[in-house]
């Protein structure tokens, strides 16, 4: 089935060690996108690519890091930088990057929720 | 700026009731785009619709109907007959002209209970 995975479903991280999200898609979309969400808030940008080899900084991206070397593939990096990392990390991609019709709709996978002992 | 209210942090119905969830927004576009996900207890955010700024027709799909007023900057999203399985978070989105931003408001939680 087509679909985009993360993993893993739950992660627990020591303060001041780096730890790398997985988020997978088998739609062959071009676009991919990482958000943070915080309880009772809405969605906020860490990062987006809009092809591969390529990326570019959403509204939070300090602290994280990202790679996109693969159309499949964008992991997220949440480093020792990022003050407080502890939330729930969703993973989305679209057909196509700011194309002004549906193929820019964003469809998402099923999250990690991060927590920091 | 751009930005997307959802006054409703929570509402309880029983099933059965009709829910009408609201959604207002600011932007200064032109030409934008909106949509509701709905996000049930497993976290997974599912798409429900989108419409574009130049297109006030209502739409309804199933239970599912959604009011656009540009004149009053809403998008508004009602459940017909409610059921349990509708209990989730229900985000409301904007996206702007060119397509950059994805501006997401805080949610509304409903609860339906049986």
């Known amino acids: 089935d087509g679909g985009i995975t993360q993993s893993p479903k739950y992660l627990f991280r020591k303060e001041g060690q780096n730890v790398t999200l997985s988020c997978e898609q088998n739609?062959?979309?071009?676009?991919m996108y990482w958000y943070r969400q915080d309880p009772g808030q809405g969605l906020r940008l860490i990062y987006y690519?809009?092809?591969?080899?390529?990326?570019q900084k959403g509204d939070i991206a300090e602290g994280y890091s990202v790679s996109r070397e693969k159309k499949e593939s964008f992991p997220l990096t949440v480093t020792s930088a990022q003050k407080n990392p502890t939330a729930f990390y969703l993973c989305?991609?679209?057909?196509?990057?700011?194309?002004?019709?549906?193929?820019?709709?964003?469809?998402f996978g099923p999250g990690t929720r991060l927590t920091v002992l | 700026a751009q930005k997307v209210t959802q006054a409703q942090t929570e509402i309880s119905v029983v099933e059965k009731e009709d829910v009408t969830l609201d959604c207002v927004y600011e932007?200064?576009?032109?030409?934008?785009?909106l949509f509701w996900y709905k996000q049930p207890p497993s976290g997974e955010l599912v798409f429900l619709i989108r419409?574009?700024?130049?297109?006030?027709q209502n739409e309804i799909s199933g239970r599912y109907s959604w009011n656009f007023q540009k004149s009053t900057s809403s998008f508004n999203f009602t459940i017909t007959a409610s059921q349990v399985v509708d209990s989730a978070v229900y985000f409301c989105?904007?996206?702007?002209?060119?397509?950059?931003?994805?501006?997401f408001g805080k949610g509304t939680t409903l609860s339906v209970s049986s």
């Open positions: 989305a991609s679209s057909i196509r990057w700011a194309s002004g019709d549906i193929t820019d709709t964003q469809y």
């Open positions: 739609l062959n979309h071009d676009a």
């Open positions: 690519s809009q092809i591969v080899n390529d990326f």
């Open positions: 932007t200064r576009d032109t030409t934008y785009y």
């Open positions: 419409r574009n700024s130049f297109d006030e």
């Open positions: 989105a904007l996206l702007n002209q060119a397509g950059t931003a994805l501006i």
